[in-house]
């Protein structure tokens, strides 16, 4: 554990997540939670992106101490959700881009921790299969496969995909075949090119041609409307673009990364959870996002290490996951499964608004694992 960084409150907020995972775990186990509904996670399907973050959190806990019994358990869960997750990649309507998501939690972390070849393998062809989705002309990797009457998928790509581009530079590293590699960097040029706004803010969802790969539009997505600034897309912004500068090195990746996340905390002023969307009108303010924050906080602390101006991206980072800690964590409550509070799905829609969700409790604990001294999992 890192001792100039990690104080009492670090790991006291560790501890009653970890335990608080180990008891969910019983209840839980090998399906596919996504929010908490009255103190208790749902199931959902493991063809939805957000699969990989409960295995994800098992194996963060894992590796905290391996050698217990609790482990052991939590092991035997995280293979038979992989099993599960591999049935996905039998069925090209079943994955889309949100395979790094699911596959650097899962079979690559059970790979990284355990050896496991078979994760291995799930993880070798996951990469390939995002790979197949590179659109040559326009230079970005397809993200959905569904159309709606509002957009033609074809030409979508969204900013959540940074995040998903470390499993094909992991791709890379493994095979010794640079391809994955380009076509991640291509990628990130594209979404630091078209995403990212002269301010800082960062756009949702971005509709190409499909077949010249020309900018048609931007798509409000999951935030207010174009123009508008979901919260929850900057800290996907930030904390990928500071994974591809880990990756690759390239400086533009960080300068990007810092961009986002000048703007982030900017618009964050003395708060520790944002609303939903920076920009959302004052009628629509009463819905936040504490999985952006602890997103966000999650990938300050990664650029605290690879930027040069990484002390104030240090004390922003701890201090969001203190915050989380201290006045949204569902704390000690045995009537809580969710370890935060108050995150936001799908504010347009009407999903999922100030509950606990599986990601939001995934990178609060990989936020405490860095401030104990530990790497995250992507
Ligand atoms: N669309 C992925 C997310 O909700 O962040």
Same mark, same amino acid.
């Given at each position: 554990?890192?001792?100039?960084?990690?104080?009492?409150?670090?790991?006291?907020?560790?501890?009653?997540?970890?335990?608080?995972?180990?008891?969910?775990?019983?209840?839980?186990?090998?399906?596919?939670?996504?929010?908490?509904?009255?103190?208790?996670?749902?199931?959902?399907?493991?063809?939805?992106?957000?699969?990989?973050?409960?295995?994800?959190?098992?194996?963060?806990?894992?590796?905290?101490?391996?050698?217990?019994?609790?482990?052991?358990?939590?092991?035997?869960?995280?293979?038979?959700?992989?099993?599960?997750?591999?049935?996905?990649?039998?069925?090209?309507?079943?994955?889309?881009?949100?395979?790094?998501?699911?596959?650097?939690?899962?079979?690559?972390?059970?790979?990284?921790?355990?050896?496991?070849?078979?994760?291995?393998?799930?993880?070798?062809?996951?990469?390939?299969?995002?790979?197949?989705?590179?659109?040559?002309?326009?230079?970005?990797?397809?993200?959905?496969?569904?159309?709606?009457?509002?957009?033609?998928?074809?030409?979508?790509?969204?900013?959540?995909?940074?995040?998903?581009?470390?499993?094909?530079?992991?791709?890379?590293?493994?095979?010794?075949?640079?391809?994955?590699?380009?076509?991640?960097?291509?990628?990130?040029?594209?979404?630091?090119?078209?995403?990212?706004?002269?301010?800082?803010?960062?756009?949702?969802?971005?509709?190409?041609?499909?077949?010249?790969?020309?900018?048609?539009?931007?798509?409000?997505?999951?935030?207010?409307?174009?123009?508008?600034?979901?919260?929850?897309?900057?800290?996907?912004?930030?904390?990928?673009?500071?994974?591809? %500068? @880990?990756?690759?090195? /390239?400086? #533009?990746?960080?300068?990007?990364?810092?961009? =986002? $996340?000048?703007?982030?905390?900017?618009? &964050?002023?003395?708060?520790?959870?944002?609303?939903?969307? %920076? @920009?959302?009108?004052? /009628?629509? #303010?009463?819905?936040?996002?504490?999985?952006? =924050? $602890?997103?966000?906080?999650?990938?300050? &602390?990664?650029?605290?290490?690879?930027?040069?101006?990484?002390?104030?991206?240090?004390?922003?980072?701890?201090?969001?996951?203190?915050?989380?800690?201290?006045?949204?964590?569902?704390?000690?409550?045995?009537?809580?499964?969710?370890?935060?509070?108050?995150?936001?799905?799908?504010?347009?829609?009407?999903?999922?608004?100030?509950?606990?969700?599986?990601?939001?409790?995934?990178?609060?604990?990989?936020?405490?694992?860095?401030?104990?001294?530990?790497?995250?999992?992507?």
């Amino acid at each position: 554990m890192n001792t100039s960084v990690s104080a009492s409150w670090v790991e006291k907020a560790w501890q009653q997540g970890a335990s608080r995972t180990i008891q969910n775990a019983k209840r839980i186990k090998d399906t596919f939670p996504h929010t908490s509904v009255q103190g208790m996670y749902d199931s959902n399907d493991p063809e939805w992106w957000t699969a990989g973050f409960w295995p994800g959190l098992l194996w963060l806990v894992h590796r905290d101490a391996p050698e217990s019994e609790a482990a052991a358990e939590l092991r035997r869960i995280a293979d038979s959700c992989e099993r599960q997750l591999e049935d996905c990649l039998r069925d090209p309507d079943s994955v889309d881009h949100d395979l790094g998501f699911i596959w650097l939690l899962s079979g690559i972390a059970s790979y990284r921790q355990m050896g496991s070849e078979e994760g291995r393998r799930r993880g070798m062809l996951a990469a390939n299969l995002l790979a197949a989705r590179f659109h040559v002309r326009g230079e970005f990797i397809r993200a959905w496969n569904f159309s709606s009457s509002t957009m033609d998928t074809r030409g979508v790509a969204i900013i959540d995909s940074m995040m998903n581009l470390p499993l094909l530079y992991w791709a890379s590293e493994q095979s010794g075949d640079p391809r994955f590699r380009w076509l991640a960097e291509a990628h990130a040029d594209t979404v630091a090119r078209e995403f990212v706004r002269a301010d800082g803010s960062i756009c949702h969802v971005v509709e190409f041609d499909p077949y010249t790969g020309q900018k048609l539009r931007e798509h409000g997505g999951q935030g207010h409307a174009p123009g508008s600034a979901w919260a929850r897309g900057t800290a996907w912004a930030l904390h990928g673009f500071a994974l591809s %500068f @880990r990756y690759t090195g /390239e400086a #533009r990746y960080l300068e990007t990364a810092e961009r =986002a $996340a000048d703007f982030f905390l900017a618009m &964050l002023g003395e708060d520790i959870v944002p609303v939903w969307d %920076f @920009r959302a009108p004052t /009628e629509h #303010r009463a819905a936040w996002d504490s999985s952006a =924050a $602890a997103i966000a906080a999650s990938g300050l &602390l990664e650029l605290a290490k690879l930027s040069p101006r990484g002390q104030i991206y240090a004390a922003a980072g701890e201090r969001i996951v203190r915050g989380l800690y201290e006045h949204f964590s569902a704390g000690k409550s045995a009537a809580e499964e969710g370890l935060i509070m108050k995150g936001t799905v799908h504010y347009p829609e009407g999903r999922g608004i100030n509950v606990p969700i599986i990601y939001g409790d995934y990178f609060y604990m990989e936020a405490l694992a860095k401030l104990r001294g530990s790497e995250g999992l992507f």
